[in-house]
């Protein structure tokens, strides 16, 4: 069921497209609104938010909200080429979360009160470690959420996932490293890998996560492990807690390093999580690392690691070459996002949403004879097939469907295979349905009933 605030937004769409709200109409203010509908205000302005950002309203200061002068209905006679939907996400488009349940108003006005309060020194090159302030908040929220003791000094704040991994290899890489890595597993990290001369070892992966004890067995002298232990990408299991452990073990033995990618660990509906890697750490030889563009939006490009007390140093000189390329002013309001507990908020409602809009796609693929794989979290899911996935998506994906063929996250040699997709932006059971009935069209017949 759509929010109050997407109701309210649809309404004003289509009083807009009808011509009953003019080009340049004034809108009643939020408080007026809310007291005459018996609803709160923030919903109003959640709408209002939402309308501003997509370009249908506009906000004038003290006069008000105004029907947009360029809005999409005023714009739909225009003989100029419309580009609204150039970044519209694809269906079952991987990578992304829930664009629609991001609230847009609210990160306005957060980074909306930076601009207007920074001084002439916030125009200056921040700290390359990325700014104290949200190096502290992740500190605190990793402290809160996952039993993560660490200090700001621990945390550096990078670009994206890609340039998390550079600069942990260029700190503590030598010449002809190995690195375990999953297989399956996440196949675009293996270019930043290779390119800092670590050579991939693929590791199969079981119903335990990565088989550490084969591992150990071919390739025992490797230096780096890099692990999704709270869900496997793209398999969805959990490491178990004894190979938790016997990872660490090995780690301490061979001085060697474990890189933990919590990629959407804030994102499990059925359970308790076990613990992350970094948190039951005594050797302190875990690196975690972490990203807001899964919880958050993709667009933010800010990422972290916390590595060890004893190597911080070690990366901050590493650092000053390569400094933290986020905006000063995006750091600040993360940093604001995250303190005064929208972030954890957000991630409440997501998980609700998220259950909701996996059983949704879940009972679609069921509906068409998909066999899908039992997840306890995570924001994509696998369906596994009989034939062949490769020649399945390239069909998927010539009728504008985003989705991936497991075997392509295989690297050694070929494994299970299936069809990853993700759920997040699905809204309705109808366009599940429906999207699942183009992903495979002509390729099987929905069972009777």
């Not at 950002?53 to 029907?67: D, I, K, N, S």
């Not at 829930?98 to 601009?115: E, S, Y």
Request: charge should be positive.
């Amino acid at each position: 069921m759509d929010a109050r605030y997407q109701q309210i937004a649809r309404q004003l769409k289509a009083a807009i497209t009808s011509g009953e709200l003019k080009t340049g109409s004034r809108l009643p203010s939020s408080r007026t609104w809310a007291q005459e509908n018996g609803i709160s205000r923030t919903t109003v302005e959640q709408a209002y938010g939402e309308l501003v950002a997509q370009g249908w309203l506009e906000r004038r200061g003290q006069a008000g909200t105004f029907v947009s002068q360029t809005s999409p209905s005023a714009l739909a006679e225009a003989p100029a080429v419309q580009h609204g939907d150039e970044h519209e996400p694809k269906p079952f488009q991987m990578g992304l979360p829930a664009l629609d349940l991001f609230p847009r108003a609210l990160w306005a006005r957060l980074t909306g009160r930076r601009l207007r309060t920074q001084s002439r020194f916030d125009l200056t090159l921040g700290d390359p470690a990325g700014e104290a302030m949200l190096r502290q908040a992740i500190a605190d929220y990793l402290r809160f959420s996952r039993s993560i003791e660490c200090q700001p000094e621990q945390i550096f704040i990078t670009s994206g996932y890609a340039q998390s991994m550079s600069l942990i290899l260029q700190t503590l890489a030598r010449p002809g490293d190995g690195m375990w890595v999953e297989d399956p597993g996440f196949p675009l990290i293996s270019s930043a890998i290779e390119g800092e001369g670590v050579q991939r070892l693929p590791v199969p992966v079981d119903q335990n996560g990565m088989d550490i004890e084969a591992a150990i067995a071919r390739w025992p002298q490797a230096r780096f492990a890099l692990l999704t232990p709270a869900h496997q990408s793209p398999l969805g299991v959990a490491l178990s807690l004894p190979r938790r452990r016997q990872v660490l073990a090995w780690a301490a033995q061979q001085a060697a390093w474990i890189i933990e990618d919590d990629y959407d660990s804030e994102f499990r509906y059925h359970g308790r999580p076990l613990p992350p890697l970094k948190s039951l750490d005594a050797p302190q030889r875990v690196i975690y690392t972490g990203t807001f563009s899964k919880s958050l939006f993709p667009a933010i490009r800010t990422a972290w690691i916390v590595v060890p007390a004893a190597e911080a140093a070690a990366f901050r000189q590493r650092i000053t070459s390569t400094p933290c390329s986020v905006p000063t002013l995006w750091q600040c309001a993360l940093a604001d996002f995250i303190q005064q507990g929208h972030f954890w908020r957000h991630l409440k409602k997501m998980r609700l949403h998220y259950a909701q809009r996996r059983a949704w796609l879940e009972a679609a693929l069921i509906h068409y004879g998909f066999n899908v794989v039992p997840q306890q979290g995570g924001i994509q899911l696998v369906a596994e097939i009989d034939g062949d996935d490769r020649a399945i998506v390239a069909r998927a994906q010539q009728r504008g469907l985003a989705v991936q063929a497991l075997s392509d996250w295989h690297s050694a040699q070929p494994g299970r295979r299936g069809i990853l997709m993700s759920f997040t932006n699905i809204t309705s059971a109808e366009m599940a349905m429906q999207w699942v009935g183009r992903l495979y069209e002509n390729e099987k017949k929905p069972r009777e009933g």
